[in-house]
C-alpha cells in the first residue's frame, strides 16, 4: 500500500472524485482508469479492511473484476464452490447445486475476505496507466454541489483541510455515508430485528468448501448457524442470538468462543484454532429512491443496503460500478450527454429493489421475524427431510444478475419469437465457451456486436454501418460461427454460444460496455445498429478480426 498523500501534492480538480476505499470504490476507480478517466479515491481508514466482511464473490462480479485485469490474482487466492447443505438439527435436508460447467471461465461462487478484494482492486487501478489516485487516511468531511461540478472538502492524515474541485462526486462510502448525509438524504425500507455474531477463526480442515447452514443445530440449540471455508484456513461463522440478548455482551470473546466451541466439537473440527474477528450485524432492506442528485452519484452501501442471505451486498455494489463507469467515461469524454446517468439511477436502484426482494425472502427463512414464520420455518425443515418437494423453499437462493429489461436506454423491445430462456434486450449477456476463449471475455471495454453466421459472404451494409467517416464508437463487431472456414469468425466449435443466445442464422445482438444486451434483431439491421448507438456519438469503431482484441483467459 502507498503511504498517504502529502498534503502539498493535493489536486485543486480532478475528474471524478471516489470517497471510499472500499471494494466498490476501488473498483469503480479501476474501471474508470481502464476507460481512460483520471480519478481520485479518498478513504477514511488508514488501509484495506480488517474482517472477513463480504466473502462470496458471484460469478458476474468476477467478470467484472476481469475487466481490470484482476481475475489471475482473483482466481489464484479465492476458493470457487458450487453449491452447499442445509441441516435441521443434525440431519440434512437439502444439498443444493448452482448451475455450473467445468469449462466456464468462472465458477459459480468464490469464497474470498473483503480485505483480499479490495487489495487486488486496488492493484488494478494502479495498473491503469497512472489514471488512478488514492489517499488513505483522509476523510471527505464537506460537499456542496453545483451545476456542474461538486466542491469537496477533506481532511488529510495530518488533519489539514483540501478543497477539491471534482466534475463528479461518487458517494462509495458504506452504509453510515457522509455524503449521504451531507446530500440529506434517507433510505427506505425495512430493518430487520433479527441479530447475528460473525466470527473468523483460524483452523485447519479438509472439508470441501460448501455453504454450511444449520437450523437448531444440537451445537447452539434455537440458533442458525453459518460457515464458508476462507482463504488461508480462515472459517467464517455467524450465528443467531435471541431477541432477549444484549448485543454488547454478545460480541465478548466470553460468550462467543464457547459457542463456536461447542459447533466444532459437533462437527468433528477438532484441530487447534483461535479466533481472528468478532463483529455483529442485522439485516436491512433499504434504497434510496434515486442515485443521482446532480453531479453527486451514490453506490454500493451508500446507495442501498441489502441483507447479507443470498450475497448480494457487494456483488450488487461491484454491479453498481459495472453499471456506472462506462457511462460516467462516455460523458467525461463528450460522447453521451450528462442525461446519460439518469439511467444509471433508474437501473440500479431497480436492480436494488429486485435484490431487496430476493433477500426480504431470505432473511425471512434465517432471521424469522416472528412466531408465526418460525413456526412456517420449522414445518418446512421437518417436511423437507421427508419430501424432495419441499426442498426448494429451503434453498438459499444465491446472488444471479438482474436484469435491466424496463430500461429506457433498450434499442429494440424483447422479441417475443425469441426461443425460450433466451436473453433479450435489457439482459445480461450469457456466457460460452468458444473454441479459443470465452465469451465474456469480449466484453468491459466497449460496444460490442455478435453477429450468428456460418456464411462467410459479406454482409450488404455491414462495411458502410461499421466503418466511415464517423464510425461507432469503440464499437467491435465479431462473427460467431459455428464452422472453422470463415477466416474473421469466431469459432463456435460446440454451437453453446449459438444455443444460449438463441440464435438462427443472421441474428445480430449488440452489447453494452457492462455486458448487458442493448438490442438483437433476427436478421442483420447495420443501419438500426448505427442508430442504436447514436445516443452515445461514438466514434473511431472498427470491425475486429477472429485474432484481434484477444483477452486473457483465468
Not at 498523500?5 to 470504490?25: D, H, K, N, S
Not at 454450511?212 to 480462515?234: E, K
Not at 472459517?235 to 454488547?248: A, H
Amino acid at each position: 500500500m502507498s503511504e498517504p498523500r502529502l498534503p502539498g501534492r493535493w489536486p485543486q480538480q480532478v475528474p471524478v472524485l471516489i470517497a471510499g476505499g472500499g471494494p466498490v470504490g476501488l473498483t469503480l476507480a479501476a474501471l474508470l482508469g481502464h476507460h481512460g478517466v483520471r480519478t481520485l479515491v479518498v478513504e477514511a481508514d488508514a488501509g484495506y479492511c480488517s474482517g472477513s466482511r463480504a466473502i462470496c464473490i458471484s460469478r458476474r462480479s468476477q467478470e467484472i473484476l476481469a475487466w481490470v485485469g484482476a481475475d489471475r490474482a482473483l482466481v489464484d487466492k479465492g476458493l470457487p464452490w458450487t453449491g452447499g447443505r442445509s441441516y435441521f438439527r443434525d440431519t440434512e435436508v437439502l444439498h443444493f447445486r448452482m448451475p455450473s460447467d467445468p469449462a466456464e471461465r468462472f465458477a459459480p461462487m468464490l469464497n474470498l475476505q473483503q480485505y483480499h478484494v479490495e487489495e487486488i482492486a486496488d492493484h488494478a487501478g494502479q495498473a491503469a496507466g497512472g489514471r488512478v489516485e488514492r489517499a488513505w487516511a483522509s476523510k471527505l468531511v464537506g460537499v456542496q454541489a453545483g451545476i456542474d461540478s461538486v466542491e469537496a472538502s477533506v481532511e488529510g492524515p495530518d488533519g489539514a483541510l483540501h478543497c477539491i474541485r471534482a466534475d463528479w462526486l461518487i458517494a462509495c462510502d458504506g452504509g453510515r455515508s457522509t455524503v449521504r448525509e451531507q446530500l440529506g438524504l434517507q433510505l427506505e425500507g425495512v430493518q430487520y430485528e433479527g441479530r447475528y455474531v460473525i466470527v473468523d477463526i483460524e483452523q485447519t480442515t479438509e472439508r470441501s468448501v460448501e455453504r454450511l447452514a444449520w437450523f437448531d443445530p444440537p451445537s447452539n440449540p434455537g440458533s442458525t448457524i453459518l460457515m464458508h471455508r476462507q482463504p488461508d484456513q480462515v472459517w467464517r461463522i455467524d450465528y443467531q442470538i435471541g431477541d432477549d440478548e444484549d448485543p454488547v455482551e454478545a460480541v465478548k470473546p466470553e460468550n462467543v468462543l464457547p459457542r463456536v466451541r461447542s459447533h466444532l466439537a459437533m462437527i468433528g473440527e477438532t484441530a487447534p484454532w483461535k479466533p481472528l474477528w468478532i463483529s455483529i450485524y442485522n439485516a436491512k432492506c433499504l434504497t434510496l429512491a434515486d442515485y443521482r442528485h446532480g453531479r453527486v452519484l451514490l453506490a454500493g452501501d451508500a446507495a442501498h443496503l441489502v441483507p447479507i442471505f443470498g450475497v448480494r451486498g457487494l456483488n450488487s455494489g461491484l454491479d453498481d460500478a459495472a453499471n456506472l463507469a462506462w457511462k460516467l467515461a462516455l460523458v467525461l469524454q463528450g460522447q453521451a450527454d450528462a442525461s446519460l446517468m439518469d439511467s444509471y439511477s433508474a437501473e440500479r436502484v431497480d436492480a436494488a429493489r429486485q435484490n431487496i426482494a430476493y433477500g426480504a425472502k431470505s432473511t425471512e427463512f434465517m432471521a424469522p421475524p416472528h412466531r408465526g414464520f418460525r413456526l412456517m420455518r420449522e414445518a418446512a425443515l421437518r417436511l423437507a427431510a421427508e419430501n424432495e418437494a419441499v426442498r426448494s423453499l429451503i434453498n438459499p437462493r444465491q446472488s444471479t444478475p438482474v436484469s435491466h429489461r424496463g430500461s429506457a436506454l433498450n434499442a429494440t423491445p424483447a422479441d417475443a419469437t425469441l426461443p425460450a430462456g433466451a436473453p433479450g434486450p435489457g439482459d445480461p449477456a450469457p456466457e460460452a465457451r468458444l473454441a479459443d476463449r470465452h465469451m465474456t471475455q469480449l466484453f468491459g471495454q466497449g460496444f460490442v456486436a455478435l453477429y450468428f453466421s456460418d456464411s462467410a459472404a459479406e454482409q450488404p451494409g455491414a462495411s458502410a454501418a461499421l466503418a466511415g467517416p464517423e464510425g461507432l464508437a469503440g464499437l467491435r463487431c465479431w462473427r460467431i460461427s459455428r464452422l472453422p472456414c470463415p477466416a474473421d469468425a469466431l469459432f463456435d466449435d460446440q454451437g453453446q454460444a449459438w444455443q444460449r443466445y438463441g440464435a438462427s442464422e443472421g441474428h445480430l445482438v449488440l452489447v453494452r460496455p457492462d455486458g448487458y444486451l442493448l438490442a438483437r434483431w433476427s436478421t442483420p439491421q447495420w443501419t438500426a445498429l448505427a442508430e442504436a448507438l447514436a445516443p452515445f456519438r461514438l466514434a473511431g469503431g472498427h470491425r475486429a478480426s477472429a485474432t484481434a482484441n484477444t483477452a486473457t483467459s483465468a
